[in-house]
């Protein structure tokens, strides 16, 4: 696996050869190797590429206790240094949030944003409020301690969830332009946490196309087998053949 600099970005494969990218944006208490082996089931052409938050090793180049919008731009600007490929965004949970507010700075850096947004198993930014309340509850902890698959080495993993609470806890919406781009939202069909009603609310944020899509299982329903939704990543995410628009840069 090789590092960027900074320390935002993971590539567990760097592919010289890729014509797209998608970058992935783990939840809460994730760390970057639950992404790891995606490459493999993905197609040759799309490289992986992890977004790293801060607590994990190696650091990324900001403080652990960093302010949200610190974050948020710190991101931005290590994935402006890669327009040169069409490129998506994956975010699970609250990486959800996090990946929307990336892409909603990169426009405002005026950079293109992403071709194609997924995300899962959270509502959107703006009904935020209503279900910020299960970060205090112990069973999405345990849900979460019970799927990762720790890496030796790390920080432990209750600790980890509360330095990521104690950053999604500053984060205050502010409601921004509708993306041009397709927007595909995944949910699982037993989450307790977040029904089909508030993933279906993420419509309003795109002007381009929308799609929900629910698969079996739970709240982390791919961290035990990501392939289902590997496959409908790829079949979605094809802007060569799909006549995806870039999202333009505005001036």
Same mark, same amino acid.
């Given at each position: ?84 490929? !069409? =490129? +998506? ?5 609250? $990486? /959800?949030? #996090?990946?929307?507010? &990336? ?74 332009? !509708? =993306? +041009? ?5 995944? $949910? /699982?069909? #037993?989450?307790?946490? &977040? ?57």
């Amino acid at each position: 696996m090789f590092t960027s600099p900074d320390g935002w970005i993971h590539y567990p494969r760097p592919n010289k050869r890729a014509t797209t990218r998608l970058f992935c944006f783990p939840g809460m208490g994730a760390y970057t190797s639950l992404y790891a082996h995606w490459p493999d089931f993905l197609p040759a052409s799309m490289e992986v590429c992890i977004m790293q938050l801060p607590g994990r090793l190696p650091e990324p180049d900001i403080p652990t206790d960093a302010a949200f919008s610190m974050v948020i731009e710190a991101m931005a600007e290590a994935i402006s240094q890669h327009q040169d490929l !069409p =490129f +998506a965004f994956f975010g699970h949970c609250l $990486g /959800a949030t #996090l990946a929307y507010e &990336v892409a909603q700075q990169l426009r405002r850096y005026n950079h293109h944003g992403p071709d194609q947004l997924f995300f899962a198993c959270f509502s959107p930014p703006h009904m935020l409020y209503e279900t910020l309340p299960f970060l205090q509850t112990a069973s999405i902890s345990s849900d979460i301690f019970f799927h990762v698959n720790y890496v030796k080495g790390q920080r432990n993993a209750p600790d980890l969830f509360e330095l990521d609470a104690m950053l999604w806890q500053q984060y205050r919406y502010c409601p921004g332009e !509708p =993306f +041009a781009c397709p927007l595909t939202i995944f $949910g /699982a069909e #037993l989450d307790p946490y &977040v029904s089909a009603d508030q993933l279906a609310a993420w419509k309003t944020y795109t002007t381009g196309r929308f799609a929900l899509q629910m698969f079996p299982g739970h709240h982390c329903f791919f961290y035990i087998d990501a392939q289902p939704l590997l496959d409908a990543i790829a079949g979605r995410f094809q802007p060569s053949l799909n006549g995806v628009e870039r999202e333009p840069v505005r001036n």
